[in-house]
């Protein structure tokens, strides 16, 4: 297959018999020695939506989205995007995709305007037209004050927003964004989410990996949730809290060495097992109805159990993501070494 057989769509190329699925991924294996950093994933991204993998590190998302750009090779499975092959044809998956990694490859040498026509340059883009397109990402992601001052000048934000900016320049439907929000600060990750808008609402699907449990929340049209290589769960947001239960109480007892006193206690009154959080002594028990937390907090007094705050809340991403792996998050270095090598 060649690139011919695709045709500008939307500002990029399109397959020419058409698709609803921008990425289709059925048993996707790697393997680093004995490591098997993703282990028999499949996937199904829309075309138009955000899709969020969630997960700690070390889990195998940036594996996954490595395999699927042409970055790594594929072990065992099968991944299609837009219906084409990526393991039988790297060279057009390449002109169908923009990448955009945890850490900016952008030149420190360069000025940000320079960094773009270099990129544009090498992607095969005319000289004159490789300064227009970079005139105008620069005005797109705010960054015209910025254009002619070298890189090592730059904010983490405005490294980002450059990085973002490169992936875009042949405009490619499909955007891989591995955590785009890592080490940013909370204005400009909420800058960075309204960016990623706006790549939708220009027509762009985005493949999004990430640790943070709010930005899936907040971005994300579907989740798949994946820990050692495994997908657990999948679906939109609302469905997954939905299926840890509609409403959440939070405890914090007094004494966290009356944990499993508590605990036995969820047990006999609502027949279900709480998820204990990292956080010593703190319990948030899955509840079908609001009103059954009176019940709970009866119990546990009767028992003798002192609790220090409650709350009700609906359940979260945390609370979602704790009930599948039974741990939050924060990953271990070795793993995500392995999984970056």
């Known amino acids: 297959m060649s690139i011919t057989e695709f045709r500008p769509s939307g500002g990029g190329p399109a397959p020419a018999g058409g698709t609803d699925l921008a990425v289709r991924v059925r048993g996707l294996v790697k393997t680093f020695g004995e490591h098997r950093a993703v282990d028999g994933i499949d996937l199904d991204v829309r075309s138009g939506e955000i899709f969020g993998v969630l997960g700690p590190n070390g889990a195998g998302k940036t594996t996954t989205l490595r395999m699927l750009a042409t970055l790594l090779k594929i072990d065992e499975g099968r991944a299609e995007i837009f219906g084409v092959d990526v393991a039988g044809n790297p060279h057009v998956i390449r002109q169908l995709v923009g990448v955009t990694g945890q850490y900016a490859s952008v030149d420190e040498n360069l000025t940000a305007r320079e960094n773009l026509w270099l990129f544009s340059r090498l ?132 004494d966290p060495g009356e944990v499993p006193t508590a605990v036995e206690v969820v047990r006999r009154v609502l027949g279900s097992e709480p998820v204990l959080s990292p956080e010593k002594g703190r319990l948030n028990v899955p509840l079908d109805q609001a009103d059954l937390a009176a019940d709970v907090l009866i119990a546990l007094r009767s028992a003798g159990v002192s609790i220090t705050s409650v709350s009700v809340d609906k359940p979260s991403l945390d609370e979602v993501f704790l009930a599948l792996t039974g741990h939050e998050t924060d990953g271990d270095d070795e793993k995500r070494t392995k999984e970056n090598r």
């Open 123 to 254: 992607q095969g883009v005319a000289g004159p037209r490789a300064r227009s397109i970079s005139t105008e990402l620069l005005g797109q992601f705010g960054l015209e004050d910025a254009a002619d001052k070298p890189i090592s000048q730059f904010s983490g934000g405005m490294r980002r927003r450059l990085d973002l900016a490169a992936s875009l320049i042949t405009r490619p439907p499909l955007i891989f964004l591995d955590e785009p929000t890592t080490g940013l600060d909370p204005r400009t990750r909420g800058q960075m989410w309204d960016t990623i808008r706006g790549l939708v609402a220009d027509g762009c699907t985005v493949l999004l990996t990430t640790q943070y449990l709010d930005e899936a929340d907040q971005l994300a049209d579907r989740v798949a949730v994946i820990d050692h290589g495994r997908k657990v769960a999948e679906g939109t947001p609302d469905e997954l809290k939905t299926a840890v239960g509609d409403s959440t109480l939070q405890l914090l007892l007094a």
